[in-house]
C-alpha cells in the first residue's frame, strides 16, 4: 500500500492545491473543485483523498515531530526526555509550565503548536472538500437513509470523515476547545465547546462506519489506510476523551460548555483548589460515551479482518542458534522489517528514502553521523524513568527488553555503548531509551542517511482495542468480561500463564481498573499513549505523586547504601561493570534476541547488540581490527560492591567499573526534582498548548488564552 500511496501522491498533491488553503482557519475551495470533478472518477477522488493523507504523513505535527515529539512521548510516569531541563524550553509545558502559565512564553521554542496548529487545520479543510462534495450526491442520500451498500466510493467518504475526526481529536487534546468548521469557503470563528466538536464527529463516524471496508475486505483495505477497523478503535478512542476528564476554561461562562443539542453540562470535579481559572472534571453522562465506545471497539475485535492480536512468535531458532519465542518482540520486528504488522489496526506509512522519525527520535540511538555510518545518528528523544524499567515490570515480563534498552551504538564503527544517565542525546546520554524500533534490526539498515529508514508509524494496535474494550467494560461493571480481555494481553507478555499470575497482577495494583491501566503502561511504553491515558482517566496528579515519591525513594537508596531495590527484586547500583566482547565469535551473531539467562552478561538483558553484518558494507572495514562490538554487562540488576572480591574478579577479567545511578544522582535535579516541576496537588494540571500569538492576531480578538496564559 506503501506505493500506492505515493503512485497517488502526484495527483493528490495537485488536488490540494485546488482545494484547500494554508490558513489555519481557512477551509474555502475554489470553484474548480466542483463534487463532478472530485469525485468524478475513483483515481480523481482517490487522489484528493491520497494528498491529505500525505498531509497528515508528513506535517501534522502531532504524532513524530512536533507536539508528539515534544509534549507526549516524553511527559509521563513511564517516559522523559534526554536532555537537562534547562536545555530545551519544551520541558516546561512537559513538566506542567514551572512558575506558572501567566510567566510562560506562549511564543517560545517550546510551543511546536505554531506548526501543528496550521497544519491540522489544513488537512481539516481538504477533508472539508471531499466530504462536501460527496454529500451532495444520490451516494450520501443512500448512506443518510441507511439503506446504502459499501462501495469504493463510500470506503473513500469514510476514509475522509475518519481523516477529518483524527485531526479534530488531535487539535482536542492538544488545545481543548477550538475553532470547528465543516463547510468549505467558510472561516471557522471563535471556540466551540470541546465537546460539541467529540459528538458531531463520532456521530458522523458511526454514521460512516458500516460503508466501509474492514481489513483486507478490499484490495486496498490494509493497515496504511483508515478502514472500518480503524473508525470502530476511532469511536472508542474519542468516546473516552469526550467521557474522560480533562481540565476546562472557567472564563468563557457558565453555559459555555453545552452538548450538540445546545443543553447546558454539569461535571464531576477532581481539582479542590481554584487556579488558572480552569477545573479538572468529566461529564457526568460520561457513561453514554462507554457504552457507545463498547459497541465500537466490541465490533472491531469481533470483526478485526486480517489484524490480530500476535500470540505466538511464528520464527523458528536462527541459524545459529538464536532463541525467538516473543511475540511481543515480532510485532514490532515487523515495523523494522519493512512490512505491515499484523497487529496494526492502523499505521501511517513511510517509505525510505523520506524523512521519518523511526528510530531517529523514537528509538534506539546512535551517536554517530548523519550519513555513512553504521547506524547513522539516532538522537532517541524516546527515554525512560529508571523507576518504569526497574520497577514497573516483572521480570518475567517480555516486554520490558523490547521496550527498553540500556544500550545504543557508536555508529562510527557498529560498537555498542552503554547509555549513561548523564542528561544529552544519541548514545552519549539521556538513560534508558526506547528500543522498539532498531536500525540494527533492519535485515538492510540504511546506512548511507540518518532519518530514512522508512519505518511505519502505528497508530493504532489491536491490543489498544482490546484493552479499551476491557476499560470500557471495567466502567460499565462487566468485571468478568473485562478481565478476560486483559488476560488476552497480559498473559501474551509472558511464556506461561503462571509466570503472568493475572489474579496477582491484578490485586497488587488494587482491583481491574487499576490493573487495566496498569497493563496500558507497560504494553504501550514509548507509544505516546500513557500521558493522555492518566489524564483522561483522572490519574495524573495520583501518578505524579506516585513517581515523585519512587524516584525521591531510588534517589536515596543510591545516596544512604549505594543501591536501591525495588520491589519485584531489581536492584539498580551506583556502578555496573562492563567489557567489550566478540559476541560474533562466541556465539555466531552480535545481534541478540530473547534470553531469560541473567547469568550471561552479553545475551541479557535481550534485544540488544548490533547488526551481524556491518562489515560486509561497502568501504567498512572496521571489523578486521577492532572484532570487539558488543557489551557484556554485569551488576545491572543486582549489587555488585566495589572493591569487594567480586568486582576485583571481574576487572582482573578485563571488565571496567563505569557510573550507573552515580550519573543520576550527579543530577539529581534532573531526575527527581525537574520531573513534573510544574505540579501543584489541589489545583486543575495544565497540559495545554498555549494559542502562540499568529493565532490570536489571525483570529481577530475572536480566539483568546485561557488556563492562565497570556494573549502575547
Not at 136 to 160: F, H, P
Not at 221 to 228: G, K, P, V
Request: charged letters at 20%; aromatic letters at 12%.
Amino acid at each position: 500500500m506503501k506505493k500506492l500511496l505515493y503512485t497517488y501522491l502526484g495527483i493528490g498533491l495537485l488536488m490540494l492545491n485546488m482545494t484547500s488553503c494554508e490558513d489555519f482557519l481557512d477551509s474555502s475551495s475554489p470553484s474548480e473543485a466542483t463534487p463532478d470533478f472530485v469525485f468524478g472518477d475513483i483515481s480523481t477522488a482517490r487522489g484528493a483523498l491520497m494528498g491529505a493523507y500525505e498531509k497528515w504523513r508528513a506535517k501534522a505535527y502531532v504524532h513524530a515531530n512536533g507536539l508528539f515529539y515534544d509534549l507526549v512521548v516524553c511527559g509521563s510516569d513511564s517516559e522523559r526526555h534526554p536532555e537537562g531541563y534547562d536545555a530545551q524550553a519544551r520541558h516546561i509545558p512537559e513538566n506542567l509550565y514551572y512558575g506558572g502559565t501567566s510567566s510562560f512564553d506562549i511564543n517560545s521554542a517550546g510551543n511546536n503548536g505554531v506548526n501543528a496548529w496550521p497544519a491540522l487545520y489544513s488537512i481539516i479543510a481538504t477533508c472539508n472538500t471531499l466530504c462536501n462534495a460527496i454529500e451532495g450526491t444520490d451516494t450520501y442520500k443512500d448512506i443518510e437513509a441507511g439503506t446504502g451498500s459499501v462501495t469504493e466510493m463510500t470506503d473513500l467518504y469514510g476514509q475522509a470523515v475518519a481523516l477529518r475526526a483524527t485531526a479534530y481529536h488531535e487539535l482536542l487534546r492538544f488545545w481543548g476547545d477550538v475553532p470547528h468548521n465543516l463547510e468549505p469557503g467558510v472561516a471557522a470563528e471563535g471556540l466551540t465547546p470541546r465537546d460539541q466538536i467529540y459528538e458531531y464527529h463520532i456521530n458522523k463516524l458511526m454514521q460512516v462506519e458500516p460503508y466501509m471496508y474492514y481489513l483486507g475486505e478490499n484490495v486496498g483495505a490494509d493497515a496504511s489506510m483508515m478502514t472500518r477497523n480503524y473508525v470502530d478503535a476511532l469511536i472508542g478512542r474519542m468516546c473516552l476523551y469526550a467521557g474522560g476528564y480533562s481540565t476546562r476554561r472557567t472564563d468563557l461562562g457558565a453555559d459555555f460548555y453545552k452538548d450538540l443539542d445546545g443543553n447546558v453540562l454539569s461535571f464531576d470535579k477532581l481539582n479542590t483548589v481554584d487556579a488558572n481559572n480552569a477545573f479538572y472534571g468529566r461529564r457526568t453522562d460520561y457513561e453514554k460515551f462507554y457504552e457507545i465506545a463498547e459497541r465500537y471497539l466490541q465490533n472491531c475485535v469481533d470483526n478485526p479482518g486480517t489484524a490480530a492480536l500476535c500470540t505466538v512468535d511464528p520464527r523458528a531458532a536462527g541459524s545459529n542458534g538464536q532463541a525467538f519465542g516473543n511475540p511481543y518482540q515480532y510485532v514490532f520486528q515487523q515495523n523494522d522489517n519493512l512490512v505491515l504488522s499484523s497487529e496494526s489496526i492502523y499505521e501511517i506509512p513511510e517509505t525510505r528514502g523520506v524523512q521519518t522519525e523511526r528510530p531517529y527520535a523514537f528509538g534506539r540511538p546512535s551517536s554517530a553521523g548523519g550519513s555513512n555510518n553504521y547506524p547513522c545518528k539516532n538522537y532517541g528523544q524516546s527515554r525512560f524513568h529508571p523507576t518504569y524499567y526497574y520497577g514497573d515490570f516483572d521480570p518475567n515480563d517480555m516486554r520490558r527488553d523490547v521496550t527498553c534498552t540500556v544500550t545504543g551504538t557508536d555508529g562510527k564503527n557498529g560498537v555498542e555503548k552503554l547509555l549513561p544517565f548523564v542528561p544529552g542525546s544519541q548514545a552519549n546520554g539521556g538513560g534508558i531509551a526506547n528500543n522498539k524500533w532498531d536500525e540494527n534490526r533492519q535485515p538492510e539498515p540504511r546506512w548511507e542517511k540518518q532519518r530514512q529508514s522508512g519505518i511505519n508509524n502505528p497508530f493504532v494496535r489491536m491490543s489498544d482495542v482490546i484493552l479499551m474494550l476491557a476499560e470500557v467494560k471495567a466502567e460499565l461493571g462487566d468485571e468478568v468480561t473485562a478481565k478476560q480481555y486483559l488476560s488476552e494481553v497480559h498473559n501474551r507478555a509472558f511464556a506461561t500463564p503462571e509466570l503472568a499470575n493475572l489474579d496477582g497482577f491484578i490485586s497488587k495494583w488494587g482491583g481491574i481498573k487499576e490493573a487495566i491501566q496498569q497493563e496500558r503502561k507497560l504494553e504501550f511504553g514509548g507509544e505516546g499513549l500513557r500521558r493522555y491515558d492518566l489524564i483522561r482517566t483522572g490519574k495524573l496528579p495520583e501518578a505524579i505523586k506516585k513517581l515523585k515519591a519512587d524516584l525521591a525513594a531510588m534517589v536515596n537508596g543510591l545516596k544512604t547504601k549505594g543501591y536501591y531495590t525495588f520491589e519485584n527484586g531489581n536492584t539498580i547500583s551506583l556502578y555496573v561493570w562492563t567489557k567489550s566482547v566478540d559476541a560474533k565469535a562466541q556465539y555466531g551473531y552480535r545481534l541478540t534476541t530473547q534470553c531469560t539467562d541473567e547469568t550471561d552478561p552479553v545475551m541479557y538483558p535481550g534485544w540488544r547488540g548490533v547488526f551481524d553484518d556491518w562489515e560486509g558494507y561497502t568501504g567498512n572495514s572496521i571489523y578486521s581490527v577492532n572484532p570487539g562490538t558488543n557489551l557484556a554487562i554485569q551488576g545491572l540488576f543486582k549489587h555488585i560492591e566495589p572493591g569487594s572480591a567480586e568486582a576485583k574478579a571481574l576487572e582482573a577479567d578485563g571488565y571496567t567499573m563505569v557510573n550507573w545511578g552515580k550519573d543520576i544522582l550527579d543530577y539529581e535535579s534532573d531526575y527527581s526534582d525537574y520531573v513534573f516541576r510544574g505540579f501543584v496537588d489541589g489545583e486543575a494540571p495544565i497540559y495545554f498548548v498555549p494559542f502562540h500569538s499568529s493565532i490570536l492576531e489571525t483570529s481577530l480578538g475572536k480566539i483568546t488564552n485561557g488556563y492562565g496564559f497570556k494573549n502575547n
